[in-house]
């Protein structure tokens, strides 16, 4: 059968391909377009976003080009996804099971948010694997609420993908709670599910100005879709998602995992799916190796 494929694409593909097969080298931009076939003006763009990105360094006093440190972060979230794939789908799987529902695993690989794993009835899976999302504010604040505090403010200076109220008051009130609960409660909002869908595989400088001025406007300030307070089991809440940290050896976040909810649930209803999740999360940790943070 046919596929579809991408020349843009397939031209930096290629750009890493060669790299890797020579990473004890660096190379000038003429060669490398010269032994890829490629225009220079072209090979410069692939390279300079690639350096912009991460994958690759540039060594400015011999301009010549090589692999980054973003491919070791790459690298090392599919060697985990790769040895740890199979137990991670089951236990999230027998959690959608229990609760009718889909589940993700999804981790920060280089400065993109990408989709590791996805469980749950076929009808409800709107998300896929591979599917990358900036990891700039507004959009990423789960997967930073666990890690350092440097960590934390490392992406709020990042670049935002969408203009953003910062209300720092607000945002560490949601930093002490999903710390001291170990999970999130995301709001439900069609505002955030339409938001994931507009950013899906969009870079931040790829939006025209209009576009992210109009988007901004339908943003609330961060930490605005987070769920704070404690959950009154005779309250009913409109509920997105349910999120939980796994930590490395380290004792540093490093996957999320999610169990949808999409709908309004009860106060009880919001503290059982929580920590459900959260014992899925330590089950992964655990396995992985993993430790939670000494705070």
């Not at 410069?44 to 010549?64: C, E, K, N, Q």
């Not at 790459?74 to 959690?95: C, F, K, T, V, W």
């Not at 170990?182 to 938001?195: A, K």
């Not at 959260?278 to 089950?283: H, I, L, M, Q, T």
């Amino acid at each position: 059968m046919a596929t579809r494929t991408s020349p843009p694409t397939d031209r930096v593909v290629a750009v890493l391909d060669y790299l890797v097969a020579r990473s004890d080298r660096t190379f000038g931009l003429s060669e490398l377009a010269r032994s890829l076939d490629l225009s220079k003006p072209t090979c410069l763009g692939i390279v300079t976003s690639l350096v912009d990105a991460g994958y690759l360094v540039r060594d400015p006093r011999a301009v010549t080009y090589g692999l980054g440190p973003a491919l070791i972060a790459a690298g090392r979230a599919a060697q985990d996804a790769y040895a740890l794939g199979p137990m991670i789908e089951a236990r999230l799987e027998r959690l959608g099971v229990a609760y009718g529902t889909t589940c993700t695993a999804s981790q920060v690989v280089g400065d993109r948010i990408t989709l590791l794993a996805v469980t749950g009835p076929g009808s409800e899976r709107s998300a896929q694997v591979g599917q990358s999302y900036p990891f700039a504010p507004p959009i990423g604040l789960m997967y930073v609420l666990w890690d350092s505090d440097d960590r934390f403010e490392d992406w709020l200076r990042r670049e935002p993908t969408l203009p953003i109220a910062l209300d720092r008051d607000h945002l560490r009130a949601v930093v002490e709670q999903c710390r001291r609960t170990g999970y999130l409660v995301e709001t439900l909002t069609d505002i955030g599910r339409r938001l994931h869908s507009v950013m899906a595989g969009v870079a931040a400088r790829e939006l025209p100005d209009d576009v992210r001025e109009l988007l901004g406007e339908m943003v609330s300030s961060l930490g605005d879709r987070v769920y704070l307070g404690d959950c009154d089991p005779e309250d009913v809440h409109g509920v997105s998602v349910i999120a939980a940290p796994t930590y490395d050896s380290r004792g540093r976040q490093s996957m999320v995992l999610t169990l949808h909810i999409g709908r309004s649930i009860g106060g009880a209803d919001i503290v059982e799916r929580g920590r459900a999740l959260g014992a899925v999360a330590d089950e992964i940790t655990a396995s992985a190796g993993g430790r939670p943070p000494v705070r």
